[in-house]
């Protein structure tokens, strides 16, 4: 496949909290993406010349206070994050289309297709996270050492950040995307910490169970969130499933042709 003819067209629109960064790249069904933190939508560049081949028109944005989106006055819960969806989807003037989130990206768009159904065709959450009370506690003890991410004269706070990231799994297998998406998180500033405060508020367990549309998840062994995924099938037997073998957290990344092919098959059935 040819994906130098691939066109990709990228702007701005008024969101919520200023600003929002956007990316649109070819043409067909549409289809919003939303990226896990704290990197930005920069994490579905390898798979965007794909999609536009299948069909699909991919719309990417960069969350409220990553990317080249601006940052918000006070830590976004995951509604005020789902507003992103609508605005861009009024920006371009479309009046519906589905959406894909990965990691913290799959909460943002369950929560934009429970406050805004009219507008979302079908749901993909790519590595959800239902967890109990007891996982939920472990997790932001876990997180909130991204409070701590303050510049520092010696740099340490760089070997801190490409440590947290390089720790999360046992291995990884493109450095050029290992050291992309540690570069986002430096980017995002001392505010890295606030997209994954609304994660830890947010009940996906429950919420997933309230998804109307047509939903599938989609999962890969590597990923270290891996088991929530089944989680999600336990608790909703009736969405669709599909798994790719191995990768880790840059998924797109690793896999972006097989990635795509499951994305597509789900919405271009």
């Known amino acids: 496949m040819n994906t130098s003819t691939v066109k990709t067209i990228k702007g701005y629109a008024d969101g919520p909290f200023g600003q929002l960064h956007y990316s649109v790249t070819g043409e067909g069904i549409p289809l919003v993406l939303a990226h896990q933190s704290p990197t930005s939508s920069v994490q579905f560049d390898a798979a965007l010349p794909y999609l536009a081949h299948a069909g699909i028109q991919a719309i990417t944005i960069d969350m409220p206070g990553y990317g080249r989106s601006d940052t918000p006055d006070h830590p976004p819960t995951m509604q005020e994050y789902a507003v992103s969806v609508p605005v861009i989807l009024d920006h371009l003037g479309i009046a519906r289309a589905s959406a894909l989130g990965h990691h913290t990206g799959?909460?943002?768009?369950?929560?934009?297709?429970?406050?805004?159904?009219?507008?979302?065709?079908?749901?993909?959450?790519?590595?959800?996270?239902?967890?109990?009370?007891?996982?939920?506690a472990l997790w932001k003890e876990r997180l909130a050492v991204e409070r701590e991410w303050q510049p520092r004269w010696d740099g340490s706070h760089l070997m801190a950040q490409w440590n947290?990231?390089?720790?999360?799994?046992?291995?990884?297998?493109?450095?050029?995307?290992?050291?992309?998406?540690?570069?986002?998180?430096?980017?995002?500033?001392?505010?890295?910490?606030?997209?994954?405060?609304?994660?830890?508020?947010?009940?996906?367990?429950?919420?997933?169970?309230?998804?109307?549309?047509?939903?599938?998840?989609?999962?890969?062994?590597?990923?270290?969130?891996?088991?929530?995924?089944?989680?999600?099938?336990?608790?909703?037997p009736d969405f669709d499933y599909q798994q790719l073998s191995g990768g880790g957290i840059d998924i797109v990344d690793e896999m972006a042709v097989e990635w795509s092919q499951a994305v597509a098959a789900f919405l271009c059935p």
């Open 106 to 136: 799959a909460m943002v768009v369950n929560e934009a297709a429970l406050l805004y159904p009219e507008r979302i065709d079908k749901v993909i959450l790519n590595g959800p996270l239902p967890l109990s009370d007891e996982e939920r």
């Open 164 to 236: 947290f990231r390089k720790n999360a799994v046992p291995e990884w297998s493109d450095l050029n995307a290992f050291n992309r998406h540690v570069i986002q998180a430096l980017l995002a500033g001392d505010t890295v910490w606030y997209a994954h405060e609304a994660v830890m508020n947010y009940k996906q367990e429950e919420a997933i169970t309230r998804i109307t549309h047509p939903c599938m998840v989609l999962a890969n062994t590597g990923d270290p969130i891996y088991r929530y995924s089944q989680r999600a099938m336990e608790i909703c």
